[in-house]
């Protein structure tokens, strides 16, 4: 099946710096990504769709000027939590779709990134 | 708007018990459902899927019928493992985008 890596796996930063993490599509060309923030015990929520070469459409309640998306190729998206503070400590996951999959509907998930602000 | 409601967790069994996971959606047209699984410390992996009516999914013991005159979509299993505890997320996708949208998620424990 198709994989996607994300980078780093876990990072830890001081209040106010920015972070970035990488979201890649490994073996297929993926033209939708998503971002997801996952609480302790909860469930995903969506923060933003991703489509390459345009902008993110956020979900209500997202600050997009918090959390950047850029979506520059085919294979890579990138979050870039900016002036982070301790309540956007969070396990970050993206997703994407396979064009390929387009019957499915179905989403292929990264492994995860767990941030931490102190 | 779409939502999908699950069983709250945790749920605890012994090795070799039957398990049922019940989970309902709401949605317009005609969605796509999928049942995640998030062992600890990793990420999602999808664990079945099914894409219209009466079709039913099936991967590695667990099954679940899309049901759409209940609106359910309930995963079972017949014997499980203790490999099998994990956290288990009910999902859709709607047909007219392709974002997921999931259900809170059971975790389940299974002793040996």
């Known amino acids: 099946g198709a994989v996607v890596s994300q980078h780093p796996s876990r990072v830890i930063c001081k209040s106010g710096t920015s972070v970035k993490i990488e979201c890649r599509s490994l073996?297929?060309?993926?033209?939708?990504m998503f971002w997801y923030r996952q609480f302790p015990k909860q469930s995903l929520m969506l923060m933003a769709t991703?489509?390459?070469?345009?902008?993110?459409?956020?979900e209500q309640g997202v600050e997009k000027d918090k959390f950047l998306i850029n979506h520059a190729s085919l294979t890579l998206s990138t979050l870039t939590v900016t002036s982070a503070h301790p309540e956007d400590s969070s396990f970050y996951i993206c997703?994407?779709?396979?064009?390929?999959?387009?019957?499915?509907?179905?989403?292929?998930f990264g492994p995860g990134t767990r941030l931490t602000v102190l | 708007g779409d939502s999908v409601t699950q069983m709250e967790g945790p749920v605890t069994l012994s090795e070799e018990a039957f398990l049922t996971i019940n989970c309902t959606y709401t949605?317009?047209?005609?969605?796509?459902l999928f049942w995640y699984v998030q062992y600890p410390g990793e990420g999602l992996q999808l664990l079945l899927k099914?894409?219209?009516?009466?079709d039913k999914g099936s991967n590695k013991g667990f099954e679940a019928t899309y049901r759409k005159e209940t609106t359910s979509f309930h995963l079972e299993k017949g014997s499980v493992q203790v490999s099998d505890s994990a956290v288990y997320f009910c999902?859709?996708?709607?047909?007219?985008?392709?974002?997921?949208?999931f259900g809170k998620g059971t975790s389940l424990l299974v002793t040996p």
């Open positions: 997703s994407a779709r396979d064009p390929r999959e387009d019957v499915y509907n179905e989403q292929f």
């Open positions: 073996d297929f060309q993926a033209t939708t």
């Open positions: 991703s489509n390459e070469g345009s902008k993110a459409t956020y």
């Open positions: 949605a317009t047209g005609y969605p796509s």
């Open positions: 099914a894409t219209k009516a009466d």
């Open positions: 999902a859709l996708t709607s047909n007219s985008g392709y974002a997921l949208n």
